[in-house]
């Protein structure tokens, strides 16, 4: 039996369950780690400039295919603490990451040693498993157990603690009889299903709520089949968007208070049942459950058996993989569509398109300093189909998903519940460092862009390039609007006169300077005119300099957007698109 020490054994455990990178931080009681990465080889690293980056680095790595766990390093003490805001915004969002931190010795656990810190119990609510490892020969096993669990069931992130003298203590370990353990995932029955099938079929304006589930499984493309062989539309929620094209004619768009479109939510308040798979019944998605089941039956799916009635209690809840569930859905719907047992729904979908052709917001204005809409209109035309969004929270990603468009699975890369400021940047980058090739394009509000921007220093260092859209107000704009309800405008300014660029005339920080000084390329726009050739120019910076480039669009100070406290009560503050002039790039259909 081969003789290793207990983290040498844990670094090889990682390469075989598949790890060939990891984002993190160095310090005294971790290095035994480096150490051994160092020694073994085959896992690169990325050195983040704060913890708390390095975590949501994992978090974009994982969003980005099918398969991913990313992986981050701390030392003990503040640096597990930091990423406790990765690990809570991937355990929202069924994310697989795997946290790692260095620990005191265990001798010293329990006397106040410098940074030793019970970091375990501190994870635990935001974790499937937070552990810290006592006996060094029980380290790959730890390792491994944290692999199967974050890929069975409802995936979700792990930590696992290591006391240095843990880490250096020889082991026992064979390396070349280690096996990855079988995740276990929960199948839907023929029975469940075909019940699901009979109870859509018996209703007249069915729509499938697509959640992010679908994607997590890798089921998209099932989706997709079950919806065309059914003719049934379908409503993406905000994790779930892209599991079928914007520009397909089934999608009938998003719903929500927020994030959603109008003729989005005027189709779910026409339907008369819901299909829910892979999603969680969210409150910015469903505003008050009286409202959003008024009159409708619902059925969800869902991996995670207490999701079901955690909300509401559905007509029919049925405890499955997105993935499993799908395939039966697509078998039994084809054997019934053959015995012509199938309703048809043209005339529904039909509906839903003619709304999705004529219930849009004005997205083309000619003011200066710009409206929002207007960025996301210009981004429309300079970025493609293949384009991956990055986004986290704020006016900026309401608008955002708003007014773009997504055609593939993972190509919009959102912390959903958790929603902390600063997540952008990290994520971009982690999501860069998976995908060398996808067109990345990130969005930000100018306060999620200073919360880590120190991190844009990583994608000058490592060459990780992308395309950051940062539309500044110089406010914290999603809660001064939310303040409006308070009659108050209330500490959520960040305008002052900066002395050293008077040119902003009283926007503050100067990004572009500070963009710069970390080594990445900056432009500023105040034209609308100029938005896409600042785009193109923003291609060319990047394809040259392999590094992140940022355009800062300055727009007006106040513009509310689209919101309200129900999906039958959205308040609608600018002017609603009259024709195609007003909205150019919204997804239409020919009536």
């Excluded at 040119?503 to 572009?512: M, P, Q």
Aim: glycine share 8%.
């Amino acid at each position: 039996m081969a003789r290793m020490t207990a983290i040498e054994a844990a670094v090889e455990v990682l390469k075989r369950e598949g790890v060939d990178i990891a984002f993190g931080v160095p310090g005294a009681a971790i290095n035994p780690m480096y150490a051994a990465m160092k020694k073994l080889g085959g896992i690169d690293h990325v050195l983040a400039r704060h913890v708390e980056g390095a975590s949501h680095m994992a978090e974009g790595y994982t969003r980005t295919s099918q398969g991913n766990i990313g992986v981050c390093i701390g030392t003990s003490g503040p640096a597990g603490t930091d990423m406790i805001t990765g690990l809570y915004s991937a355990s929202a969002d069924s994310i697989p990451i795997l946290c790692i931190t260095g620990q005191a010795p265990r001798a010293r656990l329990h006397k106040e040693d410098f940074q030793a810190v019970d970091i375990e119990t501190i994870a635990k609510p935001v974790t499937k498993w937070a552990t810290t490892v006592l006996e060094p020969a029980q380290v790959p096993r730890a390792f491994q157990q944290a692999f199967h669990l974050m890929r069975s069931g409802r995936p979700g992130p792990i930590l696992i603690d290591l006391p240095i003298d843990v880490q250096l203590t020889e082991i026992e370990f064979d390396i070349d009889s280690y096996e990855p353990l079988d995740a276990y995932k929960p199948t839907a029955s023929r029975a469940q299903v075909e019940k699901a099938i009979t109870m859509l079929n018996d209703t007249n304006n069915p729509v499938i709520v697509s959640g992010g589930g679908v994607i997590n499984a890798g089921a998209s493309a099932l989706l997709q089949q079950f919806a065309e062989i059914t003719g049934i539309p379908v409503i993406p929620t905000l994790m779930g968007w892209g599991s079928i094209p914007d520009n397909h004619e089934l999608m009938a768009g998003m719903v929500g208070l927020q994030t959603a479109h109008r003729y989005g939510n005027a189709t779910l308040l026409g339907s008369d049942f819901v299909l829910g798979i892979g999603n969680r019944w969210a409150n910015r998605h469903t505003g008050s459950v009286d409202v959003y089941t008024e009159g409708r039956k619902f059925v969800h799916i869902d991996i995670e058996p207490t999701q079901i009635g955690r909300v509401f209690c559905p007509d029919l809840g049925i405890v499955s993989d997105a993935k499993a569930a799908l395939e039966l859905l697509v078998e039994v719907a084809r054997e019934w569509k053959q015995a012509s047992k199938l309703k048809d729904r043209s005339d529904w979908a039909g509906e839903c398109q003619h709304r999705k052709s004529t219930m849009l917001r004005k997205t083309h204005f000619d003011e200066v300093p710009m409206k929002p809409m207007r960025v996301y209109e210009e981004m429309n035309k300079a970025f493609d189909e293949d384009t991956c969004y990055v986004s986290t929270i704020g006016l900026s990603q309401i608008a955002a998903a708003q007014f773009l468009h997504v055609y593939k699975p993972r190509h919009w890369i959102n912390c959903g519940q958790a929603g902390p400021l600063g997540w952008t940047i990290p994520a971009a980058l982690g999501v860069r460092a998976a995908d060398p090739d996808r067109p990345i394009v990130a969005i930000s509000g100018d306060y999620d862009f200073q919360f880590m921007i120190e991190e844009l220093a990583v994608g000058a260092q490592f060459n990780l390039p992308y395309i950051h859209v940062v539309v500044n107000n110089s406010y914290l704009g999603l809660i001064r609007q939310a303040q409006r309800q308070f009659d108050i405008d209330y500490c959520v300014q960040l305008a002052f006169d900066n002395q050293n660029a008077p040119e902003l005339e009283g926007y503050g920080v100067d990004h572009v300077a500070v963009v710069e000084g970390l080594g990445c390329k900056a432009i500023r726009v105040r034209d609308p005119d100029q938005v896409g050739n600042a785009f193109a120019q923003a291609k060319e910076l990047m394809a040259k300099h392999k590094v992140p480039v940022v355009v800062e669009i300055m727009l007006e100070r106040v513009t509310n957007i689209s919101m309200g406290v129900e999906i039958n009560g959205v308040n609608e503050f600018e002017p609603l698109a009259e024709g195609s002039a007003d909205a150019p790039t919204a997804i239409t259909f020919n009536q």
